[in-house]
């Protein structure tokens, strides 16, 4: 299964909300994660099941979509959430995007 | 707290073999599988393998299968990665992860091992 994430880069003011999404190339039902990461850092799980907050992400980060197409919307940004974000689907063994590059404008 | 600890960086010539080793703490080391993943530059991470580490069983990708060995010592709570036959192609970091919350995500993560494969 192949995963497309858009746009490649974003870019978006602090306090003000980003969308980012993320196709897959068949249905994965809702077994997609959302994922941050930092340079240098391995990466943070945010959002499982689709829509599920992993255990310590604010309720700024929230997940939406099913079947093929899935959004992670960032309400309000803060510094810390300039990163790059990774959609991963486990429903055919495990597949990750290519990466949206979350940059301040 | 859950931690994975992963051995250093390693500079690799083409056709050599590396093993990577990924120490865990924090939980009952047989209650999670431990998940390997790699991630070139600029690219998002591969799946590359998983061990039980109950019982030693292996899933591999097809990409790495048949260069890749996983093992796991549970007197010491760590799992070893072996990829063999190294080209360029393989010069990435590598991760440990297990799922704790959810099987298939990953929640906890090493701290990446950087595999250099270069003459």
């Known amino acids: 299964i192949v995963m497309t994430q858009s746009p490649a880069t974003l870019y978006v003011s602090p306090g003000e909300r980003a969308t980012l999404s993320c196709r897959a190339s068949?249905?994965?039902?809702?077994?997609l994660a959302w994922y941050q990461q930092k340079p240098g850092l391995a990466p943070r799980l945010l959002i499982y099941?689709?829509?599920t907050r992993a255990t310590g992400i604010p309720a700024r980060f929230s997940g939406s979509g099913s079947e093929t197409e899935f959004t992670l919307t960032i309400s309000s940004l803060q510094a810390e959430d300039f990163a790059v974000y990774y959609c991963?689907?486990?429903?055919?063994?495990?597949?990750f995007g290519q990466g949206t590059k979350l940059e301040i404008k | 707290q859950v931690q994975l600890v992963q051995s250093g960086a390693e500079v690799k010539k083409p056709g050599a073999s590396v093993k990577i080793s990924c120490k865990a703490s924090g939980y009952t080391f047989t209650d999670y599988g431990i998940t390997w993943l790699r991630q070139a530059p600029t690219h998002g991470p591969e799946w590359m393998g998983w061990i039980s580490t109950s019982n030693g069983n292996t899933n591999f990708a097809q990409k790495v299968q048949g260069r890749v060995t996983m093992t796991r010592d549970t007197s010491t709570s760590t799992v070893y990665m072996e990829l063999r036959s190294l080209t360029s192609d393989d010069s990435a970091i590598y991760y440990c992860?297990?799922?704790?919350?959810?099987?298939?995500?990953?929640?906890?993560w090493g701290q990446g091992t950087l595999v250099t494969v270069s003459s």
């Open positions: 068949q249905s994965v039902r809702s077994r």
């Open positions: 099941a689709a829509s």
């Open positions: 991963q689907q486990y429903n055919n063994w495990y597949t």
């Open positions: 992860a297990s799922s704790h919350v959810e099987a298939d995500v990953f929640d906890f």
